[in-house]
């Protein structure tokens, strides 16, 4: 069954990082770009960031520009969310969805747009 799993989430202080993961078990995983989305409490799901499936393309939401990054490694079909400088206001659930990307440059930040979802996992940042 074609899947991805999230993990790395946690409680961290205003400031701090964290790491989220996104396995997959997608069996054509560099066809597809990799997006993550948030959740928080009350609002609408949110396109935080995204790359595509082979050249590295990558867009952003204007509230992670500078804090946050996007990797993948499709050798181990495993992509990566690195959050830097975390706020409270980034407190969400986090998820990894997968979108086809035939020709390897292209991403959104569009939920509609995705073929594969994970179940999330839960940040939370303290003042």
């Known amino acids: 069954e074609d899947q991805l799993v999230e993990s790395g989430g946690g409680l961290v202080q205003a400031g701090g990082s964290l790491r989220l993961t996104c396995a997959a078990s997608?069996?054509?995983?560099?066809?597809?770009?990799i997006t993550w989305f948030r959740q928080a409490p009350g609002k609408e799901r949110e396109g935080v960031l995204c790359?595509?499936?082979?050249?590295?393309?990558?867009k952003h939401a204007d509230s992670v520009k500078g804090r946050f990054t996007v990797s993948r490694v499709n050798a181990k079909k495993t992509a990566y969310l690195q959050m830097n400088d975390l706020k409270p206001e980034d407190t969400a659930v986090y998820f990894c969805a997968a979108e086809e990307d035939v020709f390897g440059n292209h991403c959104s930040l569009v939920a509609g747009a995705m073929s594969y979802w994970g179940k999330g996992t839960t940040v939370t940042v303290s003042s």
């Open positions: 997608i069996s054509s995983f560099d066809d597809y770009a």
């Open positions: 790359i595509s499936s082979t050249d590295g393309t990558t």
